[in-house]
């Protein structure tokens, strides 16, 4: 069962599991929270955003068509305020920043940054709590490109810990997943309500340094 942490008439927010990816991928016969879900509620739902298989935390889906047209229109004008926590490599000097670098994928399937090619990409953030030799930071995309926090804090010297992707793979390897997760979506509903929604993060909690 995959955790509901809120739901209405239109809306369905979960606690999305680390590991599962959001839609179908090259395997269709793979489980999926899309497919679990539907299982679940016996009934079509539709995707309004993805995060990343290796990421945990609020995932929202739409109920209806008309729905899912209202809050892809949300994201598109960027009234969708999404927050993630990120437990980083070194320690982040800045209190608080922004990262305004355009991205592109490249022919791996890894994204970077690239000046000319790239696609305008923002990334806030606010550090939480400095340790030795990491930094807990709070993440705030306000584009939503593909792992976008995740090469915007590795762009800066900061790799997310436990990222296969982007880092010393050597270094990351030491850990059992990726950081990263998303703890919060706010957003209105089509009749103007501020719609709050919050996941708990034990992953990261538990793998703070003492």
């Known amino acids: 069962m995959i955790p509901v942490l809120y739901e209405d008439d239109d809306v369905l927010a979960v606690d999305k599991p680390a590991g599962i990816a959001s839609i179908p991928e090259r395997d269709h016969a793979k489980d ?8 679940q509620t016996g009934r079509k739902l539709f995707v309004v955003h993805r995060l990343d298989k290796e990421v945990d935390g609020v995932m929202l889906f739409a109920r209806t068509a008309e729905a899912h047209r ?34 592109r994928q490249f022919g791996s399937g890894r994204m970077g940054v690239d000046e000319k090619k790239g696609k305008p990409s923002l990334t806030k953030y606010e550090v939480v709590k400095r340790f030795n030799d990491r930094t807990l930071v709070r993440a705030y995309p306000v584009t939503g490109r593909r792992h976008q926090i ?28 990726l950081m990263l997760h998303a703890e919060r979506i706010q957003f209105k509903n089509s009749e103007g309500k501020e719609i709050v929604v919050e996941s708990p993060s034990e992953c990261i909690s538990c793998a703070l340094p003492g």
Do not use: M, W
Request: aromatic share 10%.
């Open 32 to 39: 999926t929270v899309l497919s679990l879900l539907e299982k």
């Open 70 to 103: 209202y809050l892809n229109e949300e994201f598109f004008n960027r009234n969708v305020v999404k927050t993630y926590l990120a437990l980083v490599h070194g320690t982040v000097q800045e209190d608080k920043g922004e990262i305004d670098r355009p991205i």
């Open 150 to 177: 995740r090469v915007h804090l590795y762009h800066i010297g900061h790799p997310i810990v436990g990222d296969q992707h982007y880092g010393d793979k050597n270094v990351q390897k030491n850990f059992p997943r």
